[in-house]
């Protein structure tokens, strides 16, 4: 854990133990020329340079969160509070390197367990102190923000010491994991079971149970195994209200599902300490490979087509040709114009990279699932290459938040966003959003670099995930991409003649946060944040939980 702190201190998203993702000289020189940096550079200043104030944790709550969970759990030092001293946005990662507005946390606690972390909320109600539950700070959204929200202090509680498995039951194929258990850690206990939960975002090296359910999570692999509130099964959450448990059969119709107010509540309605999760055995067998198609029109056709004839491979991951081109320039010069010269004679001008991934205990179930995609593709431009493509992907699928050290080093403003909408309006979407980034982030008659890929793909529709580039500016960096986030979400939120809602939602598995509080009851009307704020009264009636995310 002190490791994993440390290097969020320097102001990156690399753990510990993780190899570096730094960019090839030719990656660079190519990125530079692109979209002219101008020799900013990010630095990150050391943790003992940085203005650390005192913490305002009251002399009375602090005696009794550590009488409750040991001296040594209620940390007030500078080195843990910087630690959980927001998530890992782009703004979060430049105020850490350059020292500025960081929000600290007056003290991070550590609980044992479900019941002492009950009995931290009953403390900080009675002392008026706001909690901000903190699990692998993966946050891009300003969820894990240290704000007082009005109270006395506000505290870290970083659930790091929940990290049990409590139990497994083969037979239901259901696991039941303490929230601070971290992803990489949760795949390995289950292992030793034969079970997997086949959840692998982005942020899997760092995040944890807890996280996923409370922001909602989606994995890259979630045509085959689903979106992770659809692995839940059940929750415990502890409220200042009182404990709560959620959960007793794989369906019911006793009223509203209430588990969903917990799986994606972000920590304001109540702290998950336990989640049961449906699991499935491991997979033996994988076979990951690559295709390219023809122009994004074509290219979303041919998902479009996958999902809505059920034969979507578990991982489908289709990149648009601004994505695929950076993707072509990273892997080598010549490489990239060999492979540009074979798509040209296949008369494929606008290559769009095509990754899909089947992963089965059965080869016989695996080749038949991957003859059904593969025929349900015939009928679109492409060409295929082969596993090689789709296992370089497969192995450095983590590589990509990992780079952004690498990025922010050099000057750049490195930053995602995603949404979702129907496949009607999936083109007019990524068209409004990309015009958007690159009316903002222009400067000096060079556009920035707007990559979109669809990850996530329905029968009604699906995601899209926006990856950005632009030259630093050393003015204003943080305002820099407040304004082109700020543009690119008014472009979601749009209301489209005829229908009743904006051209897509303000997120698909980021969460709501801080950073998409203010269009959220664009999107979920004022019955909806009417609603919310009524169940935030009656589980929190003092307003203690996460303050400022998710309850307008």
């Known amino acids: 854990m002190s490791e994993l702190i440390d290097h969020t201190l320097r102001g990156g998203w690399t753990p510990s133990g993780a190899g570096a993702a730094p960019l090839p000289a030719h990656a660079l020189r190519w990125l530079s020329a692109r979209i002219g940096l101008g020799g900013v550079t ?31 759990q209620v940390q007030t ?29 007056d003290a991070v606690l550590l609980p044992a367990d479900p019941a002492q972390v009950q009995q931290v909320l009953e403390v900080c109600v009675r002392h008026d102190v706001a909690v901000v539950p903190f699990g692998g700070g993966t946050s891009v959204v300003g969820g894990v923000a240290a704000l007082r929200g009005g109270k006395a202090a506000v505290v870290a509680l970083d659930l790091a010491r929940l990290d049990r498995l409590i139990s497994v039951d083969p037979v239901s194929r259901i696991a039941v994991l303490q929230a601070g258990v971290r992803a990489p850690e949760a795949e390995s206990l289950l292992a030793a079971h034969g079970f997997t939960l086949g959840h692998f975002p982005q942020s899997f090296e760092r ?86 198609l023809d122009g994004w029109q074509s290219a979303q056709e041919a998902v479009r087509t996958l999902a809505q004839q059920r034969v979507l491979a578990d991982v489908t991951r289709m990149s648009d040709v601004d994505e695929t081109a950076v993707q072509l320039e990273l892997s080598g010069g010549v490489k990239s114009r060999a492979l540009r010269t074979l798509l040209l004679g296949r008369r494929i001008s606008e290559p769009c ?5 089947w992963e089965s205990t059965s080869g016989v179930e695996l080749k038949q699932r991957r003859a059904a995609t593969l025929r349900a593709l015939s009928g679109f431009r492409s060409m295929r290459l082969g596993p090689r493509g ?41 068209s409004a959003v990309r015009a958007a980034l690159v009316r903002e982030l222009e400067r000096d008659g060079r556009a920035p670099i707007v990559m979109c890929h669809i990850s996530h793909a329905y029968e009604t529709g699906a995601s899209l995930y926006f990856t950005v580039l632009a030259a630093r500016s050393a003015d204003d960096p943080i305002g820099q991409w407040q304004r082109a986030k700020t543009a690119a979400t008014d472009a979601i939120t749009h209301r489209v003649p005829g229908h009743d809602s904006g051209r897509g939602t303000l997120t698909h598995h980021h969460a709501v946060g801080t950073e998409h509080l203010p269009w959220l009851e664009s999107e979920i009307g004022s019955i909806g944040t009417g609603l919310l704020a009524a169940v935030k009264r009656e589980v929190d009636p003092t307003g203690i939980l996460n303050p400022g995310k998710l309850i307008p």
């Open 353 to 357: 990279l095509l990754v899909l991934g």
């Open 42 to 72: 990010t630095p990150a200043a050391p943790a003992s340079l940085l203005d650390v104030p005192d913490g305002a944790l009251p002399d009375k709550a602090r005696a009794e969160l550590a009488e409750l969970l040991g001296e040594h």
């Open 207 to 292: 995040a944890t149970i807890g996280g996923f359910a409370a922001t909602r999570s989606a994995g890259q692999a979630s045509a085959g195994y689903g979106r992770f509130a659809d692995m839940v099964e059940g929750v415990r959450v502890a409220t200042p209200a009182g404990e709560w448990r959620l959960g007793s059969a794989p369906a019911s119709a006793a009223g509203p599902d209430l588990r969903q107010l917990a799986v994606g509540g972000e920590g304001a309605l109540g702290v998950i300490t336990e989640v049961a999760l449906r699991v499935r055995p491991k997979p033996t067998e994988m076979r990951y490979e690559a295709l390219v």
């Open 77 to 105: 030092g500078a080195t843990a509070r910087l630690g959980r001293a927001g998530g890992l946005s782009y703004s979060d990662l430049v105020r850490r390197r350059d020292g500025t507005d960081l929000a600290i946390p």
């Open 390 to 430: 789709g296992e370089a992907w497969h192995a450095n699928r983590f590589a990509g938040p990992r780079q952004r050290d690498a990025l922010l080093d050099v000057g750049v403003c490195v930053e995602t966003l995603e949404t979702a909408t129907c496949w009607s309006r999936l083109t007019e979407l990524r």
